[in-house]
């Protein structure tokens, strides 16, 4: 009988760490423009992994004095994260 090797594969469990990271990074950026006054509102259109940002990315807007919104179209389409100042 053969020996037969699994294959390896990324599993669809969800993004990697990398991923989050880098995500996250996007969103501080628009909360350190929004919080030193070089915008006023950041809109993160088409942002992939907003689902899976949001409650940390909220936490730091909270942090830096900022608003921070999860918007989600009515249709189907990619979401995107508003940041900007606090209502």
């Given at each position: 009988m053969d020996h037969v090797e699994p294959i390896p594969f990324?599993?669809?469990?969800?993004?990697s760490d990398e991923e989050l990271e880098a995500a996250l990074a996007e969103v501080d950026a628009a909360i350190a423009l929004v919080s030193r006054g070089g915008?006023?509102?950041i809109r993160l259109i088409g942002f992939a992994l907003a689902d899976a940002v949001a409650g940390l990315a909220a936490a730091h807007?909270?942090?830096?004095?900022?608003?921070f919104q999860?918007?989600?179209p009515e249709v189907t389409g990619a979401l995107?994260?508003?940041v900007?100042?606090?209502?």
């Open positions: 990324r599993c669809a469990s969800g993004p915008a006023v509102r807007a909270q942090l830096a004095g900022v608003g999860l918007d989600r995107a994260i508003i900007g100042p606090l209502v």
